[in-house]
């Protein structure tokens, strides 16, 4: 079946710290790779996605290849800020058999100013 | 047009009472998802719809959990004589048309406690 790993968190950085956030995966046909964030007191939302080998998701920022050869997709910022403190999760769905997504566990970012 | 949305965003409620929680997706929207977020802890799928059919309710954890959609819309999610380990935050999502690829649109849940 389907699985994806998030690193464990909190990951507590300071303004204009270098952030990433590691996801793998294990899927069967050929996964689209996800992902959302969840800010305090909300639902999730996309951040980011890409739905082939080798395509480079990004958005406010925030970047995460897909690689296919690590089963990888790994989310990184090269400064953060206060306000990208939330939970975030990858997320994946294939096209082998169900296409109900799965998720990772969640990854608690923490900024300090 | 609007977002996904439910109600109600809070719900406290006695042990062995029912509640039932709703999901108002995004219009056009045929799929629609239902999950359930523990303190700290992941997504829990709990069953999906597409159309009025819900071709996997493999998640649901009990015989107490069922869900319903009508006209292609709203769905409801009912919870018969709660316990206290249902309390979670019970989310809804929808996406165009189900398929591999497609982005989810979340709603912002609903805090059920039961007490």
């Known amino acids: 079946g389907n699985s994806v790993t998030q690193m464990e968190g909190p990951v507590t950085l300071s303004e204009e710290a270098f952030l990433t956030i590691n996801c793998t995966y294990t899927a069967t046909g050929y996964p689209s790779l996800f992902w959302y964030v969840q800010y305090p007191g909300e639902g999730l939302q996309l951040l980011l996605k890409a739905t082939k080998a080798d395509d480079k998701g990004s958005n406010k920022g925030f970047e995460a290849t897909y690689r296919k050869e690590t089963t990888s997709f790994h989310l990184e910022k090269g400064s953060v800020q206060v306000s990208d403190s939330a939970v975030y999760f990858c997320?994946?769905?294939?096209?082998?058999?169900?296409?109900?997504?799965?998720f990772g566990r969640g990854t608690s970012l923490i900024v300090h100013p | 047009g609007a977002g996904v949305s439910q109600s109600p965003s809070n719900k406290v409620t006695e042990k062995g009472k029912d509640v039932e929680l709703r999901c108002d997706p995004i219009s056009g929207h045929t799929a629609l998802y239902w999950y359930r977020q523990s303190l700290g802890q992941g997504l829990e799928f709990l069953i999906y719809f597409q159309g009025n059919s819900a071709p996997d309710k493999s998640g649901l954890p009990s015989d107490r959990f069922s869900a319903e959609r009508t006209g292609g819309s709203v769905s409801t999610l009912t919870i018969q004589r709660t316990q206290q380990e249902d309390s979670a935050v019970y989310l809804c999502?929808?996406?165009?048309?189900?398929?591999?690829?497609?982005?989810?649109?979340f709603g912002p849940g609903t805090r059920l406690l039961v007490l």
């Open positions: 999502a929808s996406s165009p048309s189900g398929l591999a690829g497609e982005t989810q649109y």
């Open positions: 997320a994946l769905t294939s096209s082998g058999g169900s296409y109900i997504p799965t």
